[in-house]
């Protein structure tokens, strides 16, 4: 007799609960649960340090940076190198309301409900178009042969401004004063060793002068060198340096002597220079348009390279390929190619429309990011090898002529000769366990911005 009930409800209840108990409990608890998420905490907290994906509505001035008492390049009375308060410093908006895209209530910890609780669907990665963080880096020098700005693998960056060079420690933002050249010189270069224990600065003068990036403390000078030295690059055990005097020198710290070789091959300045991954090949790029690749058993390169129309100063090996070299032309060339240095074949092309001041491949994903100067000034990543572009970044508004990546191949900074340091999100992350939260480059979003 109690199949008739059974067809109409097609449920088998308790006893004493009916299907309309049912299904008022039920709406009841949805509109509790909507009730939440549409009442953000009234807490308030001050999030400074959020990336906001929408440029329209940015307010880029927040990152307006260097105060009316910063000191001045030229003229004045305080000396240019004289340490400000904001030297590699932040500054934030604190005026932001409730409807700000700065409010704690819409990017805070504080929203009154957890940002994983619902995981959208996934969509086709998109790079964020502003910067996260924007640092103020007065004297930063508008010079296209000089690198100024390196990434250690121990998380500290490293900048060097006029005649001085500051570590930046990206997980407390602590600014450090490494050393001072004086009067007399100033700092054309910098490269952490690839444990990031020890870091290089090669000056105006020509020394290479080694450093304890810890202690803060110079271990080695060396000499060999009759002007600047504008780029650096270590290996495992061998620091290169080229020069504006056209040589490269190869310095090891357990031999005694300036140098142990010399490599004789451009025509006019080094301006680039970069070990393959494996320590087996040197690639050097100079204001004579050549590319070349030197081996550690020859002093004359095993490849000259000369398809480029203006100085090479980007270069990077591929971490996914062996003897995949990437190179970049300045403004009378402005292309990007490819190289297989195995037989010396170009292998691509593109003409990115402007001078390519410094090229860098993701460890992450098969892409590459690159810099820009005249005229359009941006940031461009790229797939690879479809060189499809992934997205284009604008912000600086001179040359950006540095670039260094993050020690988890995320994060990129950008310098320019507008005396600022851009820090942009720019590759995924690899698919393995994260680490360690506080351990992350960014576990610092939540410290007190000055």
């Not at 090479?312 to 300045?330: D, F, T």
């Not at 992450?364 to 790229?382: A, C, D, F, K, P």
């Amino acid at each position: 007799m109690d199949l008739p009930q059974t067809r109409k409800t097609g449920l088998n209840l308790p006893a004493g609960m009916n299907e309309t108990s049912l299904r008022l409990e039920t709406f009841s608890g949805s509109f509790r649960a909507l009730s939440n998420l549409s009442s953000p905490s009234s807490r308030s907290s001050t999030c400074s340090d959020r990336f906001i994906p929408c440029r329209s509505s940015s307010r880029l001035h927040t990152f307006e940076l260097i105060e009316k008492g910063s000191p001045v390049k030229e003229g004045g009375q305080g000396s240019p190198m004289s340490p400000s308060k904001n030297m590699l410093r932040f500054k934030t908006d604190h005026s932001s309301g409730p409807n700000s895209p700065y409010s704690p209530s819409i990017l805070g910890h504080d929203n009154g409900f957890s940002s994983e609780a619902s995981t959208p669907p996934k969509l086709p990665r998109k790079v964020p178009k502003t910067p996260h963080k924007v640092l103020d880096a007065p004297s930063l020098q508008d010079d296209f042969y000089l690198n100024l700005v390196d990434w250690s693998s121990q998380n500290v960056l490293a900048v060097g401004l006029g005649t001085c060079v500051y570590l930046w420690t990206a997980s407390n933002s602590k600014v450090t004063r490494l050393c001072d050249l004086g009067p007399g010189d100033s700092v054309c270069s910098v490269q952490w060793t690839r444990e990031g224990s020890y870091i290089s600065v090669g000056t105006n003068l020509g020394q290479v002068q080694v450093w304890d990036g810890t202690q803060c403390k110079r271990v080695r000078t060396f000499g060999g060198h009759q002007t600047r030295a504008g780029v650096l690059a270590w290996n495992s055990r061998i620091l290169s340096s080229g020069s504006r005097d056209r040589n490269i020198l190869q310095h090891d710290l357990r031999v005694s002597s300036d140098y142990i070789c010399k490599l004789a091959g451009h025509k006019s300045e080094v301006c680039g220079l970069k070990w393959s991954h494996d320590d087996r090949e040197l690639a050097s790029g100079g204001n004579d348009n050549q590319l070349l690749v030197w081996n550690q058993h020859s002093q004359q390169p095993t490849l000259r390279l000369t398809e480029h129309t203006a100085a090479v100063k980007a270069i990077a090996w591929s971490p996914h390929q062996s003897s995949l070299l990437a190179s970049g032309g300045g403004t009378a060339d402005r292309c990007i190619r490819f190289w297989n240095t195995s037989n010396g074949h170009q292998l691509n092309s593109v003409d990115t429309g402007s001078q390519v001041c410094n090229l860098a491949w993701s460890k992450n994903v098969n892409e590459l990011v690159s810099t820009h100067g005249y005229s359009q000034n941006q940031i461009m990543v790229w797939k690879y090898p479809s060189m499809a572009k992934v997205s284009t970044l604008t912000g600086h508004s001179l040359r950006v002529l540095y670039l260094a990546t993050s020690p988890d191949g995320q994060t990129i900074v950008t310098g320019a000769g507008d005396e600022t340091l851009r820090f942009w999100n720019v590759f995924p992350s690899l698919k393995a366990p994260a680490l360690v939260k506080d351990t992350s480059l960014w576990s610092l979003g939540r410290t007190h911005i000055r």
